[in-house]
């Protein structure tokens, strides 16, 4: 089992303590789990700079692709990812948000859809819970399958140490992870998930190839392997969410056509 832990704090303090935890909660589970480590602090991801690249014709041709690429293709070839972040203002750092703002092409077209994740936070005071969301809404809108969550307030300047019940906490977390992550098996996608998905594969259908905006987005929609479908191929959802699903797609369908709804750009 391959693990990429993703660390969005600056340095190694007391989130990565309750990393450290979950990493001997796993290798308690199988000694064999193989870990990878990108710290985003020393991955010398430039902040994104808003060209549009990835949205108009692939995220190949990001600026930055010879560091992000690297990361998508961290994520696609791991079993489970461990997303680590301090609490900045009850939101995710700095750092973090800058990878997202690299991934918000896939808000458009999802990507992940087989990756697990779990999130770890930790806050001087109050707001990791809410630092937690922002970084699970994001994951879940760019294709995760599942997203865990674990936050805990340190009340500490880097001399957290966590006490038995937080300890106690995490490994029932921890082990929810990795038993879903063994399993393999992937969960049909939420309502709320659903009507993004088919609002933009109706919208997209604006910029297909041949049109006067065309783009990656109308590219990615028109593929065979999606047609049809209200959600990714491969992944089941429920007979009665799927007519919630067309009727989004008709929603977009029209939106993408009404004047003024169209997104242009300078050729």
């Known amino acids: 089992m391959k693990i990429l832990i993703i660390n969005g704090s600056?340095?190694?303090g007391n989130t990565w303590k309750l990393v450290e935890q979950a990493k001997n909660c796993l290798v308690e589970s199988q000694k064999e789990i193989e870990f990878d480590e990108v710290h985003?602090?020393?991955a010398g991801l430039p902040f994104c700079i808003g060209c549009s690249n990835c949205f108009r014709v692939g995220y190949e041709k990001c600026p930055h692709y010879n560091v992000i690429g690297k990361i998508i293709e961290k994520i696609e070839t791991a079993?489970?990812?461990?997303?680590?972040t301090?609490?900045?203002n009850m939101r995710e750092t700095a750092l973090l948000k800058n990878l997202?703002?690299?991934f918000c092409f896939?808000?458009?077209?999802p990507h992940f859809f087989k990756s697990k994740a779990l999130v770890i936070t930790t806050t001087g005071g109050v707001g990791g819970h809410a630092a937690a969301k922002s970084v699970k809404g994001t994951l879940l809108g760019i294709g995760f399958n599942r997203c865990y969550t674990f936050s805990r307030a340190s009340f500490s300047w880097n001399a957290y140490v966590p006490n038995n019940k937080t300890l106690s906490s995490l490994r029932k977390v921890v082990q929810k992870?990795?038993?879903?992550?063994?399993s393999r098996k992937l969960y049909n996608p939420k309502t709320k998930l659903l009507i993004p998905y088919n609002l933009f594969r109706g919208m997209s259908l604006a910029y297909i190839p041949g049109t006067d905006y065309e783009t990656e987005d109308g590219v990615y929609w028109t593929d065979e392997?999606?047609?049809g479908l209200v959600y990714a191929p491969g992944i089941e959802v429920a007979f009665y969410k799927k007519p919630i699903g067309h009727l989004f797609y008709w929603i977009g369908k029209l939106a993408g056509n009404m004047k003024g709804m169209k997104v242009t750009y300078k050729k």
Do not use: N, P, Q, W
């Not at 079993?79 to 680590?84: E, K, L, S, V, W």
């Not at 992870?177 to 063994?182: C, L, P, Q, R, S």
């Open 10 to 12: 600056a340095h190694r």
């Open 225 to 227: 392997c999606r047609k």
């Open 79 to 84: 079993d489970g990812i461990i997303i680590a």
């Open 40 to 42: 985003l602090i020393e």
């Open 177 to 182: 992870f990795y038993k879903d992550v063994e």
């Open 106 to 109: 896939m808000l458009h077209r």
């Open 100 to 102: 997202f703002d690299h």
């Open 86 to 88: 301090s609490t900045y």
